[in-house]
């Protein structure tokens, strides 16, 4: 998928604007993990919402990193089914050691929350 600015450039092809408040972190899963998560919600809030911007919030505390996309589109009238795109995307977080959730009231947000580092993995 890129950088978070080739997400922006692909977001205002379609006609959407893609917000950061925050950094993205200097870690290349997580960096990935946050950009494909972005370009996933740009979907979503076009094809389901029909927004026009979707916004990326990332805070740190207590080396967490809290990462909350939300859009401007139509809320969900009831809870979000996970499909093939959001199903995978939660396989990934999971095992880089994150957690996700998705809420659909009073609007859609995507909620990651990932480690200060990555999930050491052995063998």
Not at 67 to 81: F, H, Y
């Given at each position: 998928?890129?950088?978070?600015?080739?997400v922006q450039i692909k977001a205002s092809e379609i006609?959407?604007?893609l917000s950061l408040d925050g950094y993205i972190l200097q870690n290349d899963v997580f960096e990935k993990l946050i950009v494909s998560a972005a370009g996933e919600c740009v979907t979503n809030c076009v094809h389901h919402a029909h927004g026009s911007q979707v916004n990326v919030k990332i805070t740190e505390q207590n080396n967490f990193y809290k990462v909350v996309i939300?859009?401007?589109g139509?809320?969900?009238?009831?809870k979000i089914v996970e499909g093939?795109?959001?199903s995978a995307f939660r396989k990934s977080i999971e095992s880089?050691?994150?957690e996700m959730y998705v809420s659909h009231s009073p609007a859609?947000?995507?909620i990651l929350n990932l480690p200060g580092k990555e999930k050491?993995?052995?063998d």
């Amino acid at each position: 998928m890129g950088t978070f600015e080739d997400v922006q450039i692909k977001a205002s092809e379609i006609k959407v604007k893609l917000s950061l408040d925050g950094y993205i972190l200097q870690n290349d899963v997580f960096e990935k993990l946050i950009v494909s998560a972005a370009g996933e919600c740009v979907t979503n809030c076009v094809h389901h919402a029909h927004g026009s911007q979707v916004n990326v919030k990332i805070t740190e505390q207590n080396n967490f990193y809290k990462v909350v996309i939300t859009n401007n589109g139509t809320a969900p009238k009831e809870k979000i089914v996970e499909g093939g795109g959001l199903s995978a995307f939660r396989k990934s977080i999971e095992s880089a050691g994150g957690e996700m959730y998705v809420s659909h009231s009073p609007a859609f947000s995507l909620i990651l929350n990932l480690p200060g580092k990555e999930k050491e993995l052995y063998d």
